[in-house]
């Protein structure tokens, strides 16, 4: 099967050696995905449902490369600093996935790899 791969341009894909996403047939796995901007740097400092949101507009961007939508996603995974941010990670979600309703985790880690970042949003799809 083909594997498309996904990238956002950033130095940390291939200082890793990841994608952003990978598409194999009808499946698409997004990776952790956070608040960056276009240039990489961190947006909404300090405001956790800002970070979710755009993290969320940035998994939406690497679907859209791999022909998919948000409405193709069938689970999420949410990676938070802070498990007190749940309501305010929750709202954003939810905004973003009310009518979709994918299977989702939340998980409470110590730090992501900038203190900055609150959240990370993992993703996965299925298209026909």
């Known amino acids: 099967m083909e594997r498309q791969r996904v990238t956002s341009g ?3 894909e291939d200082e890793v050696g990841y994608s952003r996403a990978v598409r ?3 499946r698409i796995e997004v990776s952790g995905t956070t608040a960056t901007g276009e240039n990489g ?3 909404a400092e300090g405001d956790p449902y800002a ?19 948000l409405a ?16 305010a990670v929750g709202r954003a979600h939810s905004e973003a996935f009310d009518d979709v309703r994918p299977a989702t985790s939340m998980y409470e880690i110590e730090r992501l790899v900038d203190p900055e970042l609150l959240v990370e949003i993992e993703a996965s799809a299925v298209v026909e």
């Open 10 to 12: 950033t130095a940390w």
């Open 24 to 26: 194999v047939g009808d």
């Open 41 to 43: 740097d961190i947006v």
């Open 51 to 69: 970070q979710t949101a755009r993290a969320i507009e940035n998994v939406e961007r690497a679907l859209a490369t791999a022909d998919a939508t």
């Open 72 to 87: 193709d996603v069938i689970c999420t995974r949410s990676f938070v600093t802070d498990i007190d941010h749940y309501d």
